[in-house]
């Protein structure tokens, strides 16, 4: 049994975050940038990682301006490349200082299509680029982050829905949840809790990007069938990840934020 001290109990409200220091990885667009939003508007300060030096800047502008005029610069920082280089992650962290908490949606939706038809390389390369920045990230967080820090990962409600011709990013999203599990378990000791939300259909640019998505009409139509009769908002998404990390008694958990489509 670990005799590290007890993990800090605090309020788990997203107040507490105020002061306190998030890594976004892949925080250009969509859940990411809105978790950035979010976090700045509570008082913490962000640094987004992101490979487009274009969007990358446009989204520090955007976060920044959330959190007032008064902050001060190094409130947000941005940091340009791929977030599953360990050499990227490793000076955002050092851009961060002292990093609290960890937040990784980078890895869109690759590999798609029948097994049968995708070559080696292909499947890699899915493997990689969503897996690979998992792991690069717990490797980077887990001798970083204080006790109660948390690292928090995404997935999609088709690991539990499966569709066909999705079997390669349905795998690695899979390969996320029981990361997830594992490393709460070896970084218990530490006192760094890790998580991941497991989202349904968020209106994102990444979900208005795949075939007959593309309008407002479209996107409401899609979002029609759930229990709750729409699809998400990204920040309805991204408030999930403030609630992991400001709650400190939450570690080894997948939560769902689908609006029930499971259900249906």
Known sequence: MSTAPPIPVRSPLPGSLAGETAVLIGATSGIGLAAGVLLRSVGAKVVLVGRDPDRLGAAVSRVRSAGG???????VVG???DGADEQ???EAFDRAGQADHVLVTAGGISGAGPVAGLSADTIRTTFDSRLGAAFAAARAAATRLPAGG?????SGILVVRPAPGMTAPLAV???VETLTRALAVELAPTRVRVNTVRFGRIDTPLLRSLPGLDSDEAVAAAGSTAPLGRVGTAEEAAATALFLMANNYVTGQVITVDGGEVLS
């Not at 948390?150 to 995404?154: A, G, I, V």
């Open 150 to 154: 948390s690292l928090t990962f995404s």
């Open 79 to 81: 940091v340009s490349g």
């Open 173 to 175: 999203a899979g390969a």
């Open 88 to 90: 990227t992650l490793a």
């Open 69 to 75: 005029g008064d902050a001060p610069d190094d409130a």
